[in-house]
């Protein structure tokens, strides 16, 4: 009886490796040498990152929708106050031309009347002392300011 046991011990280490492959032996070897609480702890620590990324990739989620919202808002705030400047400007320029046409009207029906207006003009200038301060004012800058038609 005894060689019978002996028998089966050697027989069953041989047919138990027949149904794998070398690869799945060969793993299965170094998993038998592979510490499993240190395995068990790695897959805890995998599963917290991937939860603490989960919850990242919703707030990031949120994060998205909420500046697209306010994307959309501000986008057409800023096509409505960009129509309104162009509007203003219009106005504006059609302001301006009309002024224009009014001075050449008066300078053409009232000639004296336009170079009485510039001696004037030329004496408050001599008369008033310079200002350093307001030589570079956006007043004078501005293409809108024409004294001289």
Known sequence: MAD???EMDET???ECFQN???PEVFIQGIAGIVNQEDVESMIIAQKEMLQRFEKTNEMLTNCNALSMSHLKTTSQELKKHTQMLTELR???DSTFKRIATI???IKVQYPDFQKSILEEKQKELEQKPVDSSSSGSASTASP???DTN
């Open 4 to 6: 019978t046991t002996s």
């Open 12 to 14: 069953p280490s041989i």
């Open 20 to 22: 794998y492959s070398a």
């Open 90 to 92: 219009k106005d504006l």
């Open 103 to 105: 001075r050449s009207k």
């Open 144 to 146: 809108y300011n024409s």
